[in-house]
C-alpha cells in the first residue's frame, strides 16, 4: 500500500502543472457556460478576463528577451555552413507545412461540403467587416518588416501600408459627380516586429560565429539572459491553470447566440475540427515515427503541456519557452535548433492557420452559391499558403486574410462575420496546430542536422586543440616552461 501511495505521489508530482492546467479548463468551460444563463454585464466580464490578462501580459513581457538571446546564443554557437542548413531547412519545412494545410482544408471540404444547402437569415450576419488591404502591400510589408532600420523601433513598431480616402468632385458629361480617391502611404503601427529582429539577431549571431573568442563576452551575455528568463518562465507558468480558466470563460460569455451560430454553421465547424484533428492525431504522429522510429504516443503525451499553454490565450508566442524546455528536457533536440526554429516557427508557421484560411474561403464562395471549379480550388490553396506568411498585425487577422483571398479573386462576400461568432473556438484549435508543427519540426530537422553539427562540434574542438597546442609552442620558445605555464 505504501508503495502503492508513493507511485501515486510520484506521478501526481510529476504531473502537477498538466493536471492543474486541465481542471483550469474544465472551470473555465464550466463557468463559461454556467454564466452565461445570469447575462453578466461589461463590468463583470472585465473582472473575470483580469486574471487572463495579467497572465498573458506577463508572458508577453518575456518574448522579446528570450527571442532576441535564443536566436543570438542558437547562431553563434554554429559555423556559419550549419546556419545556413539549419536556417533553409527551417524556412523549406515551414512552407511545405503551410501548403499540407491548404491541402487538408480542400480534402475536409470536398468530403464534407460544410456549405451545400445552408440558408443563413440575415439576421446571422454578425458582423461586416471591410479591408483595404491588398494581396501585394500584404507581402511588400513583410519584406520591409524583414529588414527594420532601426532595432529599438523594431521592439514596438512595425511597418504597415495606410490607406486614406478622398473624395473630388469632377465635372462629367456637364454635371458634377463625386469620386472617391484611395492613396496609399507606409506608416508605423504599434507591434513586435518579430521578424526583423529574427534577421537582425540571427546576422548578430553568425558575426559573433565568425570571430570566434573574441566575441564571448558578448554570446555571455545573451546566454545569461536567456538562463534568466527561462527561470523566470518557470515561474510564471504556474499561473498558467487561473489564466486558462479566466481566459476560456471571458471568451465563452462574450460569444452572442452560442447555440444557433453552431446550429446554423454546424458543419463548417465539424469541417475545421476534423481537419485539425486529422493532422494532430494522424499526420504529426505519423511524421514523428518515421522522423525518429519510437512511439508517437510519447511524443503526443509530451505535447500535452504546450498545447494546454497555447489553448487559453490563444498565441502561439506565448508557448515559446514551453516549447523550448520540452524540446530540451524531454525530446532532447539540440538547443541550436530548437533556438532557431521556435521563435521563427511562432512567427511564419501558420499550418492550422492556413487550414482554416482556406477551408473558410471555399466555405465562403459555396455559401454564396457561386461555382468553384478546380482552378478557382487550387488558386484558393495556393493564396492561403502563400498569404498565410504575411498575416497582417490587425485585429482578426485571420478574417482579414480571408478578405484578401476572396478579393484576389474578385469575390464579393456578405456573411464573412459569421466567421467573428466562432472565433473563440476556431482560434484555439488551429493555434495548437501550430505548436505541435514547431515542435515536430524540430524533432524532424535535428534528425537531418545531427551528423552536420556534430561534424562542426568536431571541427571546432579541433581547431580549440589547435589552437591550444600553438599558444604552448610559442611561450615555449620564449624560455617558459611547461609546468611553469600550467
Known sequence: MTEKS????????????????????????AFGFGLRVVEPSSDALTWIGL????????????????????????????DPKSNGRISGLSLGYIIITNSIGAIIAVVVFLI?????????????????????IKTSDMFADMIRNLFPDNLITACFQKTQTTYSHSAHIVLKNGTNSTVTVTDKSVSSTAGLNILGLIIACTLFGISASKIGTRAKPFT????????????????????????VASLIAAAILKASDIASVFSSLGMFVLAHSVGIVFHQLVLIPITYFIATRKNPLFFLAVCL????????????????????????????????????LVPVGATLERMGSCLFI??????????EGMPLGVSNILLIGLLSAVGSLAVPSVPSASIVSILVVLSSLDVQVHNIGLLMALEWYNDRIRTTSNTMTI???AVVIDKLCKATLSDSQESALETKTIDTEASIQVVNENGVTESEKL
Not at 555571455?220 to 489564466?243: K, M, R
Request: hydrophobic share 50%; glycine share 6%.
Open 6 to 29: 508513493s507511485t501515486c505521489y510520484d506521478f501526481l508530482s510529476r504531473n502537477s502543472l498538466i493536471i492543474s492546467v486541465l481542471i483550469g479548463v474544465g472551470v473555465g468551460f
Open 51 to 78: 486574471p487572463g490578462e495579467i497572465y498573458m501580459r506577463m508572458l508577453k513581457m518575456t518574448i522579446l528577451p528570450l527571442v532576441v538571446s535564443t536566436i543570438i546564443t542558437g547562431t553563434a554557437s554554429m
Open 112 to 132: 464534407i461540403q460544410p456549405g451545400k444547402d445552408i440558408e443563413i437569415s440575415s439576421s446571422d450576419n454578425v458582423a461586416t467587416i471591410h479591408t483595404d
Open 220 to 243: 555571455d551575455f545573451f546566454e545569461t539572459i536567456s538562463i534568466i528568463v527561462i527561470h523566470l518562465l518557470n515561474w510564471i507558468i504556474w499561473l498558467t491553470p487561473v489564466g
Open 305 to 340: 503541456r504546450p498545447w494546454l499553454t497555447v489553448f487559453g490565450p490563444p498565441s502561439t508566442a506565448i508557448g515559446i519557452p514551453e516549447m523550448l524546455r520540452i524540446l530540451d528536457v524531454k525530446l532532447h533536440v539540440d538547443s541550436r535548433i530548437s533556438n532557431f
Open 358 to 367: 482556406c477551408l473558410s474561403a471555399l466555405f465562403m464562395v459555396q455559401l
Open 439 to 441: 515542435i515536430v519540426g
